[in-house]
């Protein structure tokens, strides 16, 4: 049913299926650019405030750039729901292999072996790896049993348009209900023109073009939110 | 059930969950109310039911992302260790790390031959033939070694007043852990990378003993690392073989698949790092702060070394064992 193949799925035990897509290279570059960038930001900033204490400062400075050199990105996966500041801005998250948030384990194996993901050039071993995976997997990843996924969108409030309720001419099936309840609730995000276009699709069932027809499956959605599913499922309630 | 009907019976329920979430999600303590939890395990339960009904009478995409989201949520509090750090540190030390250790012990003697056979073949060499030094360092590497460990001098090692002896501290932390945690990770290229590291650090340190002792400066080379040797090379040796354990598991999967044999033996792997990292600050310590000092004499400096590695080996040995075996 679905079209992208970069969803995958985990089944918990409580016996629900949850859903994520995995990140592929390009976006994790990106992220990674920027880490740099705010790395050395870090660095430059740290650099001109412990020279002042001298001697301790100077050693100081040392444990400190150590610490972020391989710690920087475990901290923020851990406390910061998963992500770096450059994975944050690209709207990246670090789970586990079945969706759940990054232990410290976990996120400093993934860590530690970027020393080796990072050679022969810039990344190389790391990049064909993530090529050769299907799930994008560095070679830390694989050991770390961790996903880059893209951070799932969460607390939408879309409300299908309010007019009467309209029972469609025929009997829907289960995907097709789904459709029509997608294509209401989704109304507020595309433009009065392709909402438009695509009732006019389903003109042979409607009856109707353009805005007519959209009204039209506005009306059947909010019939069908407020219908018992068809019994060809078995699963009534 | 018409999906209206649904959300209006059920959707209090759902925000009690995420109240409950949020108040899990910002609380960091260790304290947790039981009422709060009781509550939570009730209303998680039943969300995700709710959740799977949703799903299976295809209900609509919003509802079922919502549902799906609390159901992620409280699947992560139900699902992690939140133990007090500082009794997980405790334990570690104790117990975990040791007990770790010697059960991969083999791996142990295995990094541990290939950090010093090749060590003592280079030394015995270069003690015999001097020259052989050259096929390693070059001209003004040895030089500097030889000035460091000059018998004339005050202090060891680097050149240095007590202030440096900071910022060596800091040096040897940032540097030896990173050494140790690359030693690591290049386990995953099939061990290669690990045994390049042992066998690479090994010829270093044996050749620069064995040359420096035969040049007459034995005594404060020997006298300087002796102190942290122990420390020092043994977490090496641990960095090799968390290292080993990856690459094995890459190799000799037994009956599991590559990725999941991977998988296993990453997370005694990273107890031993991490155990070997705790030791490399110790060593810091000792290197930065002990073994330069010239004032003090040799002997006094061999029988610490020698009680150092005797802390050591009855660490490792002998830590952790009163707790029976996992």
């Known amino acids: ?237 | 059930m018409k999906q209206f009907t649904f959300e209006q019976k059920y959707g209090e329920l759902w925000q009690q969950l995420d109240e409950i979430l949020r108040e899990l999600e910002k609380f960091r303590g260790d304290q947790r109310d039981p009422e709060l939890l009781r509550r939570f395990n009730q209303h998680y339960r039943q969300v995700c039911s709710h959740y799977a009904l949703a799903r299976t009478r295809h209900y609509s995409p919003r509802l079922i992302a919502n549902l799906h989201d609390l159901v992620l949520r409280g699947h992560h509090h139900l699902y992690t260790d939140k133990r007090m750090l500082l009794w997980k540190l405790v334990r570690f030390v104790f117990h975990d790390f040791p007990v770790t250790l010697r059960q991969d012990i083999g791996l142990f003697w295995l990094a541990t031959a290939l950090l010093y056979v090749p060590a003592v073949t280079l030394g015995l060499i270069c003690y015999w033939y001097p020259d052989m030094i050259y096929s390693l360092m070059d001209y003004g590497n040895v030089s500097q070694f030889e000035s460091m460990y000059d018998p004339e001098n005050h202090r060891l090692g680097e050149h240095r007043g007590s202030e440096t002896d900071l910022v060596m501290f800091g040096f040897y932390i940032s540097n030896n852990i990173g050494v140790g945690f690359r030693t690591f990770a290049g386990g995953i290229l099939a061990g290669v990378g690990t045994l390049f590291f042992l066998i690479f650090n090994g010829l270093h340190m044996g050749g620069i003993a064995g040359y420096l002792t035969q040049f007459g400066n034995g005594q404060p080379f020997w006298s300087f690392v002796s102190g942290h040797g122990s420390f020092e090379l043994t977490a090496i040796c641990i960095c090799g073989m968390a290292g080993l354990r990856l690459g094995i598991a890459l190799i000799a999967t037994g009956r599991y698949r590559r990725l999941d044999a991977l998988k296993i033996a990453a997370r005694p792997a990273l107890t031993l790092v991490m155990g070997a990292a705790l030791m490399l600050v110790v060593a810091a310590f000792i290197e930065a702060f002990w073994s330069s000092l010239g004032t003090i004499p040799p002997t006094v400096k061999y029988y610490v070394a020698a009680m150092l590695w005797i802390i050591v080996i009855s660490y490792l040995g002998l830590a952790g064992r009163r707790f029976g075996h996992q």
């Open chain 1, 1 to 237: 049913m679905d079209i992208q193949d970069t969803t995958r799925t985990y089944e918990t035990p409580e016996g629900v299926t949850l859903e994520f897509r995995v990140a592929g290279p390009v976006p994790r570059a990106l992220a990674l650019a920027f880490d740099t960038a705010i790395r050395f930001g870090i660095y430059y900033v740290s650099a001109i405030v412990l020279t002042t204490l001298g001697a301790l400062g100077f050693s100081l400075f040392l444990i400190w750039m150590f610490l972020l050199e391989w710690f920087y990105p475990v901290f923020f996966e851990v406390v910061w729901n998963g992500a770096t500041p450059g994975k944050k801005a690209l709207g990246l998250k670090v789970v586990n292999d079945n969706g759940t948030p990054v232990g410290w384990g976990s996120s400093t194996i993934r860590n530690l072996l970027r020393a080796a993901d990072f050679f022969p050039l810039f990344y190389g071993f790391g990049l064909t790896a993530m090529l050769l995976n299907r799930d994008f997997k560095r070679l830390g990843d694989m050991a770390a049993g961790t996903l880059v996924i893209y951070r799932p969108k969460s607390g939408q409030t879309l409300n299908i348009p309010a007019t009467p309720p309209v029972p469609p001419p025929l009997p829907l099936s289960l995907t097709e209900q789904r459709a029509i309840l997608d294509f209401a609730e989704r109304g507020q995000w595309l433009s009065t023109e392709r909402s438009e276009e695509l009732a006019t699709i389903l003109q042979p069932i409607t009856g109707a073009e353009g805005n007519n027809g959209m009204q039209l499956l506005y009306g059947y959605a909010n019939h069908l939110h407020g219908t018992e599913a068809p019994s060809t499922d078995g699963d009534k309630q």
